[in-house]
């Protein structure tokens, strides 16, 4: 968290991606009226906070940018948490629906970084989750439960966020990604949570512990099963810890299976034509697979079309 005089800063993960689709002269208003706050308060006179007329929640407000754009902001006790930032029309429908409920479900469902899977609590009942009047800085005094939604400011990372010069976000954890960093396992671990909640900065801070351990003989892999992603995460890892680049290698599945069938004499022909060839013989078998796809009515021609059109073109093969 950030401190400005007697105000505490926390940003929502959202904040960050309008942030980073502003124009640069805009971007560069916002910081000046996050410095406003900062300086002089919430209230300062050409930041015009005003109260959201349509949410009936008093402490959501609008906070100007210029005459063109601004920030949806919520305001109580100490802590300023900015929401969200676009244009009138964008903050319009943003501000009449903001409300703090995600945070309730969270603090309520409890924390989803888990050592090994395990039986999902039983989400309560709505009129019991929502009773829970929870004000914001009661929330923000639990950070670390709500981190893959909310994040204090530091020091150059909405800026750098913005720029792509990420090595300021990738170098700051929250505590809870910080946790799921450093704990130790003597077996698989899980770290789960929607787009934007970290993931990915988790999967590198941890294979950075992991190589700075690591021998030549014992290197670290990162992998996904979607082609793109090893690259990417190659080029973000080499810039997080350019140090450990040689210990750590970034491939795909579809890599990784390939290499080793070579590795054992096992030509693999991946034409179209070929494929098709052995999809037919697959289809062919009395195997369980293919008599429950003809039982349930599914040819070899509409299974193959499937493959083809919907599974390959995807790019989910």
């Known amino acids: 968290m950030e401190s400005g005089g007697d105000l505490t800063f926390q940003y929502l993960r959202r904040f960050y991606d309008d942030y980073a689709s502003l124009p640069a002269p805009i971007a560069s208003k916002v910081n000046g009226a996050r410095d406003l706050v900062r300086a002089h308060g919430a209230y300062y006179p050409s930041l015009h906070t005003r109260r959201i007329e349509r949410n009936p929640d008093a402490k959501f407000r609008f906070m100007n940018v210029d005459d063109q754009y601004r920030m949806v902001v919520a305001i109580e006790g100490p802590v300023v948490l900015f929401m969200r930032v676009g244009n009138h029309d964008e903050t319009l429908k943003w ?37 829970q009047e929870l004000t914001l800085p009661q929330i923000v005094a ?78 670290v892999l990162m992998t996904s099963f979607v082609r793109t992603i090893p690259e990417v995460m190659k080029s973000l890892f080499e810039r997080l810890a350019p140090e450990a680049g040689g210990k750590v290698e970034a491939r795909g599945i579809h890599s990784i299976a390939w290499q080793v069938l070579h590795d054992r004499g096992i030509e693999v022909t991946a034409s179209p034509e070929a494929a098709k060839e052995r999809f037919d013989r697959a289809m062919e078998r009395e195997s369980q697979a293919a008599t429950r796809l003809r ?6 021609t509409y299974v193959w079309d499937e493959i083809r059109r919907v599974i390959a073109g995807a790019g989910t093969r």
């Open 142 to 219: 639990r950070e670390e439960e709500v981190s893959d939604l909310m994040v204090g400011d530091l020091f150059g990372a909405l800026e750098g966020y913005r720029d792509g010069t990420i090595e300021e976000w990738m170098v700051f954890l929250s505590p809870l990604q910080r946790r799921a960093v450093a704990r130790a396992m003597d077996g698989p671990g899980r770290v789960t949570g929607g787009p934007g909640t970290g993931k990915t900065v988790v999967a590198l801070h941890r294979a950075a512990a992991f190589a700075r351990d690591a021998t030549r003989e014992r290197a």
């Open 95 to 131: 501000g009449e629906q903001a409300n703090l409920d995600e945070f309730k479900a969270r603090l309520a469902a409890g924390p989803e970084t888990t050592e090994r899977p395990r039986q999902r609590r039983e989400a309560a009942p709505v009129d019991v989750l929502f009773e």
């Open 295 to 300: 039982h349930r009515g599914f040819n070899a």
